[in-house]
């Protein structure tokens, strides 16, 4: 029999029930009517026998009861899992910590070689965050931007203006900016369907550290190499604009956080709503 796993997000709720929901998807995995299950926990051998209720539409999911205690040991909080082996015995229950598993995937991220891995990665570490794919792969972003990178002189050839970065942040630059321009917007499918990038070293000595990194079209990429440019920094060290040949254009950076800009603005359009509301009335 081929051994089925799968985890099992642990909320509020079931945690104060001290059960263990399973969805209706993996209700063929488990007995079509009330009885007691034979549970392991962790790497234990004693088996436990646990009171079980299958699929009905009332509860919307199968349970298994009476974890409250194994809970207690793991001191289980919201947001950790459960991963649920199917075993010929009976059923494994494995108790993984939110940031064990957040540690995991965010090696899996950073040892990925090619960028397929580092996506499925990015996608286990997002489900175990609860966040989109894109503000997983933001956060991430972020957190490698803080911490101290090696500066070397990247040297790249016209040919692998792509593949000279980890496949790690290949991976999550696509991720965030779909192929985009970030100077100009710009992008276009492969043939294989992906989105077309190049990404440029700002300092050429600066290494792979985010902040050194923009995704950039082929003609944005040659006028950075190129042209006559200036490049505008905020604080942080994230490029905010550039100017090429006298031009200055802005950048966009997905990860800047610019509260105060979209304050000012919902503050802008309240008062113009209230001014608008308050002349028509008048007329
Ligand atoms: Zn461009």
């Given at each position: 029999?081929?051994?089925?796993?799968?985890?099992?997000?642990?909320?509020?709720?079931?945690?104060?029930?001290?059960?263990l929901a399973i969805s209706r998807k993996f209700r063929?995995?488990?007995?079509?009517?009330?009885?007691?299950?034979?549970?392991?926990?962790?790497?234990?051998?004693?088996?436990?026998?646990?009171?079980?209720?299958?699929?009905?539409?009332?509860?919307?999911?199968?349970?298994?009861?009476?974890?409250?205690?194994?809970?207690?040991?793991?001191?289980?909080?919201?947001?950790?899992?459960?991963?649920?082996?199917?075993?010929?015995?009976?059923?494994?229950?494995?108790?993984?910590?939110?940031?064990?598993?957040?540690?995991?995937?965010?090696?899996?991220?950073?040892?990925?070689?090619?960028?397929?891995?580092?996506?499925?990665?990015?996608?286990?570490?997002?489900?175990?965050?609860?966040?989109?794919?894109?503000?997983?792969?933001?956060?991430?972003?972020?957190?490698?931007?803080?911490?101290?990178?090696?500066?070397?002189?990247?040297?790249?050839?016209?040919?692998?203006?792509?593949?000279?970065?980890?496949?790690?942040?290949?991976?999550?630059?696509?991720?965030?900016?779909?192929?985009?321009?970030?100077?100009?917007?710009?992008?276009?499918?492969?043939?294989?369907?992906?989105?077309?990038?190049?990404?440029?070293?700002?300092?050429?000595?600066?290494?792979?550290?985010?902040?050194?990194?923009?995704?950039?079209?082929?003609?944005?990429?040659?006028?950075?190499?190129?042209?006559?440019?200036?490049?505008?920094?905020?604080?942080?060290?994230?490029?905010?604009?550039?100017?090429?040949?006298?031009?200055?254009?802005?950048?966009?950076?997905?990860?800047?956080?610019?509260?105060?800009?979209?304050?000012?603005?919902?503050?802008?359009?309240?008062?113009?709503?209230?001014?608008?509301?308050?002349?028509?009335?008048?007329?």
């Amino acid at each position: 029999m081929k051994q089925a796993s799968f985890r099992v997000l642990l909320t509020k709720s079931r945690l104060e029930k001290g059960l263990l929901a399973i969805s209706r998807k993996f209700r063929s995995l488990f007995p079509p009517s009330a009885q007691k299950v034979t549970v392991f926990f962790d790497d234990e051998s004693k088996p436990y026998q646990k009171p079980y209720t299958p699929f009905e539409a009332a509860t919307r999911e199968s349970r298994i009861y009476s974890l409250r205690k194994w809970f207690l040991k793991h001191k289980a909080t919201v947001g950790d899992w459960v991963e649920v082996i199917v075993e010929k015995a009976g059923y494994r229950l494995i108790f993984r910590k939110r940031s064990e598993e957040e540690v995991r995937y965010r090696n899996e991220l950073q040892e990925a070689e090619t960028e397929e891995q580092a996506t499925n990665a990015l996608r286990k570490l997002a489900q175990t965050q609860k966040r989109s794919l894109r503000e997983a792969a933001i956060k991430e972003l972020r957190r490698l931007s803080k911490r101290t990178w090696e500066r070397k002189r990247i040297v790249v050839t016209p040919g692998e203006r792509y593949e000279v970065v980890p496949a790690s942040l290949r991976a999550l630059l696509k991720t965030v900016y779909e192929g985009h321009c970030q100077i100009c917007g710009f992008t276009f499918r492969k043939r294989n369907g992906e989105p077309y990038f190049e990404v440029h070293h700002v300092d050429p000595e600066g290494g792979h550290q985010p902040q050194n990194l923009l995704v950039l079209c082929a003609n944005c990429h040659a006028q950075m190499e190129h042209a006559d440019v200036f490049v505008e920094r905020d604080a942080q060290g994230w490029v905010v604009a550039v100017t090429i040949n006298g031009e200055r254009r802005p950048v966009y950076q997905a990860l800047i956080k610019s509260l105060p800009t979209s304050l000012m603005l919902l503050a802008l359009w309240s008062f113009l709503t209230l001014y608008y509301h308050a002349t028509s009335h008048r007329i």
